[in-house]
């Protein structure tokens, strides 16, 4: 079964709004990860947070996890047109070690 | 500078003709990965490798195999394509296997007629 479920699936903003996506996953992880994916292109590592953590940081980028709740947040603060993408959250089991799952992804448009 | 690289990075094949694609790193990283992406939708994972051993998912389909000659290089062999399999081909790699950040390479669309 899907593991990462996302929300919303498209979000359109204005540059220099704040971005937020959510994703809610099922069984216990160890870690949550979010990427990037540019239209045709690869994945690119933004951030991962362990189960433990509650909070992470990198630049503009604010992750929450939330176990209990079984939930994460990706917050992109002051976007630019240059962050448009698609963001996926990725989930390595408890069991599954090495394993993401992939959410469906949040697809952000950021017009100029 | 590359990372993870995969060729070509657009393939088309027609239906039922076997066909291979490439993925090379010079991160010397111990695990590589086959994903798969069809159009709107998740990556899906077909098998890794951690050094030479081999890990396939158990959904992945029999006509989806791997090699791993050496450490930098992996390939996707597809023994008969169908047009259900015409999606973008991600490889990864990674140091580990738990709690470990994964390179991707830019992908191979691949196209079946």
């Known amino acids: 079964s899907q593991q990462g479920e996302e929300d919303p699936q498209a979000l359109s903003i204005q540059e220099g709004e704040n971005a937020t996506m959510n994703c809610s996953y099922k069984?216990?992880?160890?870690?949550l990860q979010w990427y990037r994916q540019n239209s045709g292109r690869g994945l690119v590592h933004l951030i991962l947070?362990?189960?433990?953590?509650r909070e992470k940081h990198s630049g503009r980028l604010r992750v929450t996890l939330d176990t209990s709740k079984k939930s994460s947040s990706l917050l992109i603060t002051a976007s630019r047109a240059a962050d448009t993408a698609s963001y996926f959250c990725?989930?390595?089991?408890?069991?599954?070690?090495?394993?993401?799952?992939f959410g469906q992804g949040t697809i952000l448009t950021v017009h100029p | 500078d590359a990372m993870v690289i995969q060729n070509p990075r657009y393939q088309v094949t027609q239906f039922g003709k076997p066909v291979t694609l490439s993925c090379s790193q010079t991160?010397?990283?111990?695990?590589m990965y086959w994903y798969q992406q069809k159009s709107s939708q998740a990556p899906k994972l077909l098998f890794h490798?951690?050094?030479?051993?081999?890990?396939n998912e158990a959904d992945t389909p029999d006509n989806f195999q791997s090699r791993r000659p050496n450490t930098s290089f992996c390939f996707l062999d597809i023994r008969s394509p169908g047009l259900g399999d015409a999606a973008m081909y991600l490889c990864a790699t990674s140091r580990g296997t738990s709690r470990e950040t994964q390179y991707f390479g830019p992908g191979t669309r691949l196209l079946v007629l």
């Open positions: 069984t216990s992880i160890n870690n």
């Open positions: 947070i362990r189960s433990n953590e």
């Open positions: 990725a989930t390595e089991g408890g069991t599954s070690y090495g394993k993401l799952t």
């Open positions: 991160l010397n990283h111990n695990v």
């Open positions: 490798y951690y050094d030479k051993d081999f890990n």
